[in-house]
Nanobody, 127 residues
Framework: QVQLVESGGGLVQAGGSLRLSCVAS????????MGWFRQAPGQERAFVAA??????????NYGDSVRGRFTISRDNAKNTVHLQMNSLKPEDTAVYYC??????????????????WGQGTQVTVSS
């Protein structure tokens, strides 16, 4: 059974930084896609970032609202994916979820494509 456990959330002032981590267990993590999504109260779950490894190549993608401020990275040796969040804004406040997909689907996965999800970690950015 694959399990994803997020950590690193918290309260930070606008302009600050946080680093989220997601540790995966129970599966093979040398390939596939691991992503981060976020959901603010009353809003739909939104794509933040994803990192994919296929045929030895690594691909990263970012949502428009975080590109240039957030960086996703992956450590397969530790079954971990990180999300470094810099220049945080109050609108980044949300529950952040880690997700995993271990199949190749030929495109950037949407939320509905992911097979496994973590429980989420709260990020609150004060103004």
């Amino acid at each position: 059974q694959v399990q994803l456990v997020e950590s690193g959330g918290g309260l930070v002032q606008a302009g600050g930084s946080l680093r989220l981590s997601c540790v995966a267990s129970g599966g093979t993590f040398s390939s596939g896609t691991m992503g981060w999504f976020r959901q603010a109260p009353g809003q739909e779950r939104a794509f933040v970032a994803a990192v994919s490894i296929f045929s030895g190549s690594t691909y990263t993608n970012y949502g428009d609202s975080v590109r240039g401020r957030f960086t996703i990275s992956r450590d397969n040796a530790k079954n971990t994916v990180h999300l470094q969040m810099n220049s945080l804004k109050p609108e980044d406040t949300a529950v952040y979820y880690c997700a995993a997909l271990f199949r190749y689907i030929g495109r950037l996965p949407q939320a509905k494509d992911y097979d496994y999800w973590g429980q989420g970690t709260q990020v609150t950015v004060s103004s």
